[in-house]
């Protein structure tokens, strides 16, 4: 992962880059994406990962597995050093299906009195819970969220997965709703950033404080924005979250499902993003990181492969603790589409 997972791509000075087994020039997303590499490689059959801003869905979306970010306190953290204040960050799983994705749920969800914040287990297990077939569901498809310009193939992808909702019998409707702030873009993402920068600081600063040159430059001038936040910022960071709060809360009274693009293109180079990507709308964490905000269960699934011959995505958005919603359409989607292996890392016939 890259350094406290700061990254969305994997490579660190310890162990250099981690690169995507479906091409080797291109990452596998991040911050875990060196859980997604191995998971969809089938080094492993499951993959624990955080996920802050995207660091478990994005991996899953560049490398074809499926990743899953629970409600916000579904799966208990803890006993910590220090809590997690902006409340963004879930612990996740990964896997290369919605069954063993429900499985590790099973494992993995349940009230830690090490963490107050935690959610009793469902009464019902989610494995239990992809058996039951789905209730008819109005599902809002959101394209750009107004800040983002997903490359064609993934709106294929996207309409792909719509086209099988509705064939399912789902109610399937488009809404180009934008994101609250999409005007002032990409101002309240560069203070998401600053705000997390502050807490990773917090996190490492007496050895930051003794030992900054042990820290890599990048990651070190990372956490020197975290020292400029001040109390204006402040405001308008926990404002900005409250009015994403009232946007999902609007959308979840018109929709039982959101579908959106999970990243707005296939894998980029295994050294990172360049930095014109939010210029061109294409940052990383645009579909993501309001959902690590708002603390709303989201989940990406394969969508088949791009012309480039690298894996799509899409991602379904629930209410609040509905995970047994997205786990279930999520399982319609991979029954039709099926799942996705690399075929250099395919087990022999």
């Known amino acids: 992962m890259p350094p406290i997972g700061a990254g969305v791509h994997t490579a660190n000075d310890a162990f250099g880059i981690t690169r995507n087994p479906w091409n080797l020039e291109r990452t596998p997303g991040g911050s875990s994406g060196g859980a997604a590499a191995a998971v969809a490689a089938g080094l492993i059959a499951l993959g624990t990962a955080g996920d802050g801003g995207g660091s478990t869905r994005i991996p899953a979306a560049l490398c074809g597995i499926v990743g899953l970010k629970p409600s916000r306190g579904r799966i208990p953290q803890g006993p910590s050093r220090q809590p997690c204040w902006p409340q963004h960050a879930c612990l996740t799983g990964m896997a290369r299906t919605v069954h063993d994705t429900a499985l590790h749920l099973d494992v993995a969800a349940g009230y830690h009195p090490a963490d107050p914040n935690s959610l009793p287990a469902p009464t019902t297990p989610y494995m239990d819970s992809l058996d039951k077939p789905l209730p008819v569901l109005r599902v809002g498809v959101l394209r750009t969220l107004g800040i983002s310009s997903p490359r064609p193939e993934m709106l294929h992808a996207l309409e792909r997965a719509a086209d099988l909702l509705r064939d399912h019998g789902h109610d399937v409707q488009d809404d180009e709703l934008g994101l609250p702030g999409a005007a002032d873009f990409p101002a309240p993402f560069l203070l998401r950033q600053k705000v997390l920068a502050c807490n990773r600081l917090l996190g490492v600063l007496d050895d930051f404080t003794a030992r900054r040159g042990d820290f890599e430059p990048w990651f070190a001038d990372v956490l020197d924005t975290g020292r400029t936040l001040t109390l204006n910022d402040f405001a308008a960071y926990w404002t900005h979250r409250g009015q994403l709060d009232q946007w999902t809360a609007e959308l979840f009274e018109r929709y039982d499902l959101l579908l959106m693009p999970t990243v707005p293109t296939t894998a980029w ?64 989607i991979e029954a039709a589409l099926g799942t996705l292996r690399p075929s250099a890392f395919a087990s022999p016939a």
Do not use: K, M, W
Request: hydrophobic share 40%; aromatic share 4%; with cysteine.
């Open 269 to 332: 180079p295994a050294e990172g993003p360049d930095v014109a990507a939010v210029h061109e709308g294409t940052l990383p964490i645009a579909y993501t990181s309001v959902f690590n905000d708002t603390g709303h269960p989201a989940i990406s699934i394969p969508a088949g492969l791009g012309p480039s011959g690298l894996p799509c995505a899409v991602q379904l958005i629930a209410p609040h603790h509905r995970e047994d919603r997205a786990l279930g359409a999520a399982q319609v």
